[in-house]
């Protein structure tokens, strides 16, 4: 086994959960921490984070959802992650801040070809996925059927690479780790919020206005990304 660091890794001093995550899942894809070492304490890390121990404990919680860790009582957080496994699913190492990161760089390219290329057919499955979505009370079914409305935007580019593309990017969507998340972002008016932009961007598709359909996904996701990050 690998000794413990004497010296923590320098970290970014910001003091949500999400943030902790992030920076050691990078830290660990990155080999900074190998498999088999026990990362820094907690009290080290809620040092280095200017954050409470609770905090701390909750990023290292949603790390053990994704496989990258495990705890052991009494000896510490130790990294559970081989560089060495072959083929690595990628949903196992991308926290849900590089995802919506990835969507705000993808997106609105992508809604800007969907106004171009998208049929009356297109259209017409995404208004009904729509309906469904709106009809959507609680987080689980939010979440499933909001992946199926943004494939079929991405679908509707008939672009074959985007389409394959955005199905990775649902494959991790669909990771477990959000399930850790989902009930904390995904409130009622948070859904709510969301249901009126997925409105909006359907009719700027149906209006062949790829300005406002681009502009409507960016804001979407940059929201979506801010009450991430608060959480």
Not at 34 to 48: F, I, K, T, W
Not at 111 to 122: F, S
Not at 128 to 152: C, K, M, N, V
Not at 211 to 221: W, Y
Request: with cysteine.
């Amino acid at each position: 086994m690998n000794p413990v660091r004497t010296t923590p890794l320098p970290l970014p001093r910001t003091g949500t959960a999400v943030a902790i995550a992030t920076r050691l899942r990078t830290a660990i894809a990155d080999g900074i921490y190998v498999d088999g070492e026990r990362l820094p304490a907690e009290r080290v890390l809620a040092d280095a984070f200017s954050c409470s121990r609770t905090t701390v404990r909750e990023a290292l919680r949603l790390l053990c959802d994704s496989n990258l860790v495990s705890r052991r009582a009494g000896s510490g957080t130790f990294v559970t992650f081989s560089h060495d496994a072959e083929n690595p699913d990628i949903a196992e190492i991308t926290s849900p801040l590089e995802l919506i990161d990835v969507r705000i760089a993808v997106e609105p390219h992508m809604v800007r070809l969907a106004t171009v290329h998208a049929t009356m057919r297109d259209l017409g499955r995404i208004g009904i996925a729509l309906d469904a979505l709106e009809s959507s009370g609680e987080p689980e079914s939010f979440t499933r059927q909001d992946r199926i409305f943004h494939q079929l935007i991405a679908d509707a580019t008939h672009n074959p690479l985007m389409c394959s593309f955005y199905r990775r990017i649902n494959h991790v969507r669909g990771h477990r780790q959000w399930s850790a998340m989902k009930d904390k972002v995904l409130t009622g008016q948070a859904m709510d919020s969301y249901n009126h932009d997925h409105r909006q961007l359907f009719e700027a598709l149906g209006a062949r206005d790829a300005d406002r359909a681009a502009d409507i996904v960016l804001s979407h996701l940059q929201t979506a990304r801010l009450q991430l990050v608060a959480t």
